[in-house]
């Protein structure tokens, strides 16, 4: 465990130059689309003197080259500053942190949600191979993978708030609900279900079919059949020593869509209006509040590293042959 | 006293898109407890489908045991249930696979395996079960057994592992033990190694044993009978010295022929041709078309097992005449 | 048109009995008298990054602090304004000194609203700030006492003009005591204001919505008649259609759907399509031609582009018939200064023809006359539908056309800071004044480098300027309105800027809500007199 500390550390550390990269990469690409949070204020705020747009120009420091102005904003980032957003009046920090947990919540939920569906019905799939429950499983994962999320997010609003009046429409809780705090979290699960499910949904697909696929190739491997020769049950031999194996594919697959994931919850977040990271980051490019972009990327990249950091820990745990480096 | 183990006729064939593969046609032997038959073929003639047909555990689809009876005692295994089958397995028969490098589950250490073994059929806790686990490591002689019971499959030398799986198999004292091509994949040293455990844990056990092999030298030093499989068939039977002594059928010949004797400086003969496939069977004698003693009647008619004295079989016409012609009893 | 709320004294008795009756006539006011309490929830599309902002920060912090914060001036109606903060007002003969008599009232915080906070928002912020030259010309503010605030303009100040700025929804009086001596821009204030109007902010969760609540010491007695109005975001149109079907929201103003949605949204009993509550802050779509272009410098050239245009098409087809036909820069609907009396240019793709023909671009070898940068922005999503009509018919009169659709933040550089367009597509708002914020899309002076929305074509025409710094002190309303007809004339004949089309407006509102929309740009009104069945 002692290695497993140090090699931990030394990953983290491995990490901090990768992230300075993206941070630069980010900045410099940033800096290339036209335009910039002074235009859009000045739009908004029909602002129709250049000088005054110098002078916010200027304050923002925006009117200084790119490479100091990336200097500086990495100077700022080793002093644990992500930033002004002129636009919010906040510190970027404050901006990012009262939105964080909506996103967190939303994606591990999903996460676990697309983990435990897709990895069940990848499961069944497997063990009732060309069976109709395996052609069943297929039809509705091609469906959850070809469907846009958004749709079958709006789909889902229609049908069980609109419809059936069973789910809040959107939102993250309701709105001047008095409750206590299992209220509270009942209320907010309430609210959770719709966006996470359609946010998941896609994943679980994905994961049903990697899994089916990695299900079906460990059961042919040799050692499987050592353990059918020790006389175990069907469902033994398939929870136990095929899954144990054929969940390390859908984990590999796990950390590498953690990011995408992040992606995929600026739709959800936008179609059911939940609270989180993605509207702000979509809002913050339109404006061109590139500290608030910066910000969340920053956070986004740090979790992935995390994240991914995690999945090795788990892989090394299912998997005795691996080990970190 | 009858044979612990008596396969009649035991006929599997695999349904695949190319046709129908006869792996195992019509295949008798019996097995006596505290014997070792071994079970001799070339590569590809049926010896691992015999197996995993008496085990149960033929791959279906394309597989499947469409005749003949596996009786253990005086149930025929071919008629169980797979549920009843599952309490057979690894229990009254166990199996040792030809590959000791991915026959172990990579995630469980070989301690927590062999336990599983010990728990699948007897009622024990699991401390009693981590120690026959361990008494069996030490059993097949793998050193300071305790510490090994946590290692992973992968810390191990196949030697060790294919140990492993021998204390896995005998987990639960089997009556039969089939060890497929043990030491196929092991070096030549830890072959010997793996034989002289499996001659002496056979002794200890009382199991019956077939041991299946492709290398007749193997055979000598260990096995009490001897199988002849081509092409599905059994081609030859008979007691282990008689086998090098006088070898019957044509085929046997061509084995020993090319099989590597301490002391004869003279060039190996190969069989000369290939194994027929086994989905287009010509009429006649499988053999036949490599067969240097080939007849036309080997061409057109399948030769009948002759039993040959008291112990000896022989599927060959022109063994047939030879023998006669010795003046010995053919009887078929 | 006799003109009979716009008087030089106006005193609060004399409103009330106005409003009593603007009340009744209001659409959704039944015969059972309104009912206090409730929660109205109403759905907008945008969060905004502020709830206020000195410069007016567009209509997403506006639709909010006008629900807070408070104006001297409320106006009802085209042509008719109200006492709000202000119960009375004087104007001196020469229109230069208008005294407002204040409202005893108190902030949200219970420091009391006194003239000095008028002298502050008036002269030290709204006549720094604002984009409104006649604000700007906002000399001094004097204030004898603390219900008097005396306010004097550098030039004449036409009394329409003069109400309608300080009713404007960007001109909210903001207390001295929180933005004296700071930063406005960065004042925590921004995000939870501090107003005198009948709600008060409770909560802003980021993200989600914003809470207010009733204001209990609101200086009109029985207002507002809500307990509680939320404004919830809700970005994806679809997701906003099924919070109003699933009764979550009840009210979505300012075009919240497509026009087949708020059909299908209309025909539910539960719901109405209302149109009304925009005469004074009505959306157009326009065209602007860049005569920085040689080409497009050609009078003869803008015109024959015009021909080329079906405006009822757009309409009809990409608007589903919610609109009309712009005339020019002031909207049909805009009742007080709109002047028919203009060039106007009917479909006719052959008269396109023969005056390029004319202007000395006939079709080359290449099957083209010349080719045009088209950007079409993206604040509608009309306008990239319109834009590739544009493209259509504008080459089906052989000019090649480019078209981009940058987002926002490209949209605004390439078309207000770079000038790097031909033709665009993009929108304007027409204030109760043309000089509030219509004229500067046409003037020498509207002609400045990164100011968004103003005279992006680099039109230049004396006479038009002369005509607008004319309107712009003309004291007499009717020769004011004959100068902004000669202002259309001008526009119309030159066609630097092509209106396409007057965007029509709908709200969709649940039954229960009643007494809205009977302002004339209700959707900053400060909705105390909305009321909800129980
Ligand atoms: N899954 C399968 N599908 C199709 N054919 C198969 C399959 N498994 C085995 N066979 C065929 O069945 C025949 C018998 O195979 P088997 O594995 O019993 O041979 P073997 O005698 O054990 O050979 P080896 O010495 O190589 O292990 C071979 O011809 C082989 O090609
Ligand atoms: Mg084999």
Redesign the interface.
């Known amino acids: 465990m002692n290695r497993t500390f140090l090699a931990v550390r030394r990953r983290l550390l491995q990490a901090v130059p990768v992230v300075f990269g993206i941070v630069a990469i980010i900045f410099l690409l940033l800096n290339l689309s036209p335009g910039d949070l002074v235009d859009v204020m000045a739009a908004e705020e029909q602002i129709s003197d250049p000088q005054v747009l110098e002078q916010i120009r200027a304050e923002y420091g925006l009117d200084k080259p790119i490479y100091v102005q990336l200097a500086n904003y990495v100077w700022n980032i080793v002093h644990l500053d992500l930033g002004y957003s002129f636009r919010h009046s906040q510190p970027v920090w404050d901006v990012i942190v009262e939105r964080l947990p909506a996103t967190l919540i939303l994606m591990s939920v999903s996460m676990a949600l697309a983990l435990f569906i897709g990895g069940l019905a990848g499961v069944v799939a497997s063990i009732k191979v060309n069976t109709l429950y395996d052609n069943l499983i297929s039809v509705v994962a091609i469906i959850f993978f070809a469907a846009p999320s958004f749709w079958i997010g709006l789909m889902m609003m229609v049908l069980f708030s609109v419809k059936l009046g069973l789910l809040p429409v959107s939102g993250m809780y309701t709105i001047g609900g008095d409750y206590s705090l299992a209220g509270e979290i009942w209320d907010v699960t309430r609210h959770l279900v719709m966006p996470s499910f359609a946010l998941g949904l896609f994943y679980a697909a994905i994961y049903a079919r990697v899994m089916r696929a990695s299900m079906l190739e460990v059961s042919g491997l040799d050692f499987i059949r050592t353990a059918r020769a020790k006389g175990l049950g069907e469902k033994r031999v398939a929870f136990k020593h095929i899954l144990r194996n054929a969940l390390l594919p859908v984990v590999t697959l796990f950390g590498l869509q953690l990011g995408t994931m992040l992606a995929g919850s600026v739709v959800i977040e936008s179609v059911f209006s939940w609270p989180g990271i993605g509207t702000l980051v979509f809002e913050a490019v339109l404006t061109r509040n590139f500290p608030l972009v910066m910000g969340v990327l920053l956070f986004g990249s740090i979790l992935v590293v995390i994240a991914n950091l995690a999945v090795d820990l788990v892989y090394m745990r299912l998997d005795p042959r691996i080990e970190l480096r | 006293m009858s044979p612990l183990l008596q396969v009649c006729d035991l006929t599997t064939h695999l349904f695949t898109v190319e046709g129908v593969v006869k792996a195992v046609e019509g295949l008798s032997f019996d097995l006596d407890a505290d014997e070792t038959l071994a079970l001799v073929g070339e590569s590809g003639c049926g010896k691992s489908m015999t197996a995993l047909s008496l085990m149960g555990l033929v791959p279906d689809p394309p597989g499947r045991i469409v005749g003949g009876q596996v009786l253990l005692g005086d149930r025929d295994l071919l008629q169980l249930s797979e549920h009843e089958m599952q309490k057979i397995r690894g229990n009254e028969i166990a199996m040792v696979f030809q590959e000791p490098m991915t026959s172990l589950n990579p995630v469980f250490t070989v301690g927590d395996q062999i336990v599983e073994s010990v728990l699948t059929h007897r009622q024990v806790s699991r401390r009693q079960a981590r120690e026959r686990a361990v008494e069996l490591l030490d059993l097949v002689r793998i050193p300071d057994p305790r510490g090994r019971f946590d290692d992973y499959p992968h810390r191990l030398s196949g030697g060790m592992r294919q140990r492993v799986m021998i204390a896995m198999a005998l987990a639960c004292d089997p009556d039969v033990l089939i060890a497929d091509e043990p030491t196929t994949a092991l070096d030549v040293t830890i072959q010997a190694q793996v034989l002289d455990l499996l001659g002496e844990l056979q002794g200890e056990f009382g199991m019956g044993v077939i041991l299946i092999t492709h290398d007749l030298g193997v055979v000598a030093g260990i096995a009490d009978r001897v199988v002849v499989m081509y092409a599905g068939r059994k081609v030859e039977e008979a007691p282990v010295d008689d086998i090098f002594a006088s070898p019957l059928h044509p085929y046997t010949q061509g084995l020993l022929g090319s099989m590597p004797r301490p002391g004869l400086e003279e060039r190996l003969r190969e069989i000369p041709g290939v194994i027929p496939s086994l989905i287009d069977m010509t009429p006649g004698c499988s053999f036949a078309p490599r067969c240097a003693k080939a007849m036309a009647r080997c061409r057109e008619e399948q030769p009948d097992h002759a039993t040959i004295g008291d112990a000896r079989v022989v599927a060959c016409f022109a063994a047939e005449e030879e023998v006669a012609g010795r003046g010995l009893a053919v009887d078929t | 048109m006799n003109v009979t709320t716009v008087t030089k004294r106006c005193t609060a008795v004399l409103a009330a009995s106005v409003f009593a009756m603007a009340l009744g006539a209001a659409p959704g006011a039944q015969a059972a008298g309104p009912k206090k309490g409730g929660?109205l929830?109403a759905v907008w599309q945008?969060?905004p990054?502020?709830l206020y902002?000195a410069?007016?920060?567009?209509s997403s912090p506006l639709i909010v602090n006008t629900k807070i914060l408070e104006k001297l001036v409320r106006q009802v109606a085209i042509d008719k304004f109200e006492p709000e903060l202000a119960s009375s007002w004087d104007i001196s003969s020469d229109y230069k000194t208008y005294t407002f008599k204040l409202r005893k009232t108190n902030w949200h915080d219970g420091k009391p609203f006194t003239s000095a906070d008028v002298q502050f928002t008036l002269k030290d912020v709204l006549a720094k700030l604002s984009?409104n030259g006649l604000l700007r010309a906002i000399e001094k503010v004097e204030t004898p006492d603390a219900q008097t605030a005396i306010v004097h303009f550098s030039r004449p100040a036409p009394e329409y003009l003069a109400l309608a700025s300080l009713a404007a929804s960007q001109s909210s009086i903001i207390p001295k005591h929180i933005y004296a001596g700071t930063k406005y821009?960065?004042?925590?204030a921004?995000?939870a204001p501090i107003g005198t109007g009948p709600f008060k902010l409770k909560e802003w969760?980021?993200?989600?919505?914003v809470?207010m609540v009733r204001n209990e010491g609101y200086w009109q007695k029985g207002r507002p008649h809500l307990d509680?109005l939320?404004i919830?975001?809700?970005?994806?149109p679809?997701?906003r259609a099924?919070?109003m079907?699933?009764g979550?929201v009840l009210l979505a103003v300012s075009n919240p759907f497509p026009g087949p949605e708020i059909d299908r949204l209309a025909a539910r009993p539960d719901l109405v399509a209302d149109k009304k509550g925009y005469d004074t802050s009505k959306w157009q779509m326009l065209m602007e031609m860049n005569v920085r272009n040689p080409i497009l410098a050609k009078k003869q050239v803008r015109q024959a582009i015009a021909y080329a245009i079906d405006q009822n098409f757009i309409v009809d087809t990409i608007f589903y018939g919610l609109g009309n036909a712009s005339t020019g820069p002031i909207p049909v609907s805009q009742t007080r200064f709109y002047s028919p009396d203009t060039a106007s240019y009917p479909y006719d793709p052959k008269k396109a023809g023969e005056l390029l023909d004319k202007a000395g671009y006939p079709v080359k070898a290449d099957g083209k006359r010349f080719t045009l940068k088209l950007v079409a922005s993206p604040w509608f999503t009309e306008n990239k539908k319109t834009g590739q009509y544009l493209k259509q018919v504008l080459e089906d009169i052989k000019i090649g056309i480019n078209m981009e659709t940058?987002?926002?933040?490209?949209?605004?550089?390439?078309i207000?800071?770079?000038y790097d367009f031909d033709i665009t597509v993009s929108n304007s708002i027409a204030s109760a004044d043309p000089l509030i914020g219509t004229t500067?899309w046409f003037t020498s002076n509207g002609i400045?480098?990164?100011?968004?929305?103003?005279n992006a074509s680099d039109y230049s025409n004396p006479a038009l300027d002369k005509v607008v710094d004319q309107a712009a002190v003309e004291t007499d309303p009717a020769k004011r309105k004959a100068l902004l007809a000669e202002f259309q004339k001008i526009a119309m004949e030159n066609v630097p800027i092509m209106h396409l089309v007057d965007i029509g407006m709908t709200n969709v509102v649940n039954t229960k809500v009643h007494n809205y929309s009977f302002t004339s740009q209700w959707m900053y009104d400060s909705w105390k007199d909305v009321w909800l069945e129980k």
């Open positions: 929660t929830v945008l969060e990054h502020t902002s410069r007016g920060g567009g984009s821009s960065k004042n925590p921004n995000n969760a980021r993200g989600s919505h809470e509680r939320v919830r975001y809700i970005r994806d679809g997701a099924a919070a079907e699933g979550e940058p987002d926002r933040g490209g949209t605004i550089r390439q207000y800071c770079n500067h400045r480098k990164c100011a968004a929305f103003r």
